[in-house]
């Protein structure tokens, strides 16, 4: 268990809505999350409900020098220990404020990284985070997702260009990785 993972329990306990599932990703979804993308073009990214940071790791393992990473995270604890750990980035609280966190133009951010329990959220939630999402992305740019279920493929197929979807078995849960292109 790594350093991370009692404060996800205890948060997915506190607020299992807002945190939507009881461990940490793994390592094999966060590499299944980075591993498609071209690296060589991402000079502007964000990651939406880091948690504790799993994903947080491999993102910027995988950044050339010299690019932007926010991290979004609603938690308050979760967000000050990623504060701590990731100083160079900015951390940020709402996935809603992309645009205004960020104090990026429209149309300007390269990849999006999400594990936003999507199936927790109002519809009219949801629609919100995908709308800012899309408004945030360059063209061409990438919303990788990893959910729980397949609830979020029409919302994602009726707003992006391209959707795929692949499966990733070494995780609990097993989880659902959507890579969706502007």
Known sequence: MDGGTPLFIQKFFQSPKQVGSLFPSSLSL?????????????????????????????IIRNLKPGSELYIFEKDEEMRKKLKLEYFKNTV??????????TGKDEETLDAI???????????????????????????GGILVAFQYSTQMKRTFQNIFRTV???????????????????
């Open 30 to 58: 966060a590499k299944r999350m980075t591993a498609p993308l071209c690296w060589d073009h991402i000079d502007i990214a964000a990651e939406l409900g880091a948690g504790t940071g799993v994903i947080t790791k491999e």
């Open 113 to 139: 990284f999400s594990g936003l329990p999507f199936a927790n959220f109002t519809r009219e939630l949801q629609n919100e985070i995908v709308e800012e999402v899309y408004r945030s992305l360059r063209p």
């Open 92 to 101: 940020c609280e709402d996935a809603r404020y992309i645009l205004s966190s």
């Open 164 to 182: 795929e979807i692949s499966f990733v078995a070494k995780n609990f849960p097993p989880a659902f990785v959507y890579i969706c292109e502007k």
